[in-house]
């Protein structure tokens, strides 16, 4: 007899005013072939902070604006300075997760314009810092984990002071925004091991509204 109580996979867990967990939320097998197809086409690089170092994380974009970071500072394009070319579409498997999981976590409509794509390798973390370069910040930020797992360091509003940690296995997706959309938040250098769909590595999409 099938149990009709039996808790759903993806599980919903509020972690602070504004920031939802969504655990096993994405289907890495029908994201990573997306992400494919965009790499073919908008490769990931290390792009050079404006402190004029590159970056650990490489990282690439989908959708109508992508983000950069250059020795001149941050912010969003149209096109992709390496192409040339206007970044590739949002596929609809990115827009319907990122749609579906905005509301999930009460967010209600979100459509996001801008994916950044990070990929990160054993040994490589992201340092603590806010997303500040969207025009309207009241439009929460999606993130999508995939492969290895990592973790996600949650600090507050303000720099410094010692973050929560929130282990983020593939499929888990986190949602911030509204009184969290702010906040400082990293990620811990990334620890060796295997996943069967990316190796070593992990694959982070976070889904945003650049304009
Ligand atoms: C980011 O803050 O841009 C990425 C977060 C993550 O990789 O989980
Ligand atoms: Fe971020």
């Known amino acids: 007899m ?8 993806a599980e919903k867990e509020v972690i602070r005013d504004g920031v939802v967990l969504l655990s096993g939320f994405a289907d890495s097998a029908e994201l990573l072939p997306a992400i494919k197809n ?20 490489a990282m690439t974009n ?7 970071s250059t020795p001149q500072g941050y912010r969003y394009l149209p096109e992709d300075p390496v192409s040339g070319a206007p970044w590739p579409a949002l596929p609809e498997v990115f827009l319907n997760l990122a749609t579906r999981a905005a509301k999930k976590a009460g967010f209600g409509d979100f459509t996001p314009d801008a994916c950044l794509i990070n990929r990160y390798e054993p040994g490589t973390g992201l340092s603590p810092h806010q997303d500040l370069d969207e025009a309207d910040k009241n439009w929460p930020i999606v993130s999508v984990s995939l492969g290895v797992s990592a973790d ?9 002071g010692s973050p929560l940690i929130i282990p983020l296995h593939d499929g888990d997706v986190l949602v911030f925004g509204g009184p969290s959309r702010l906040v400082y938040h990293g990620v811990k250098p990334l620890v060796r091991s295997r996943h069967p769909l990316t190796g070593d590595q992990r694959f982070n999409l976070t889904f945003r509204r650049a304009r």
């Open 2 to 9: 099938t149990d009709l109580f039996a808790p759903l996979r």
């Open 38 to 57: 965009i790499t073919d086409e908008a490769p990931f690089r290390h792009m050079v902070t404006p402190g004029g170092r590159p970056m650990k994380v």
């Open 62 to 68: 989908a959708g109508s604006y992508g983000w950069v």
């Open 152 to 160: 996600f360091q949650l600090y507050g509003l303000k720099r410094g």
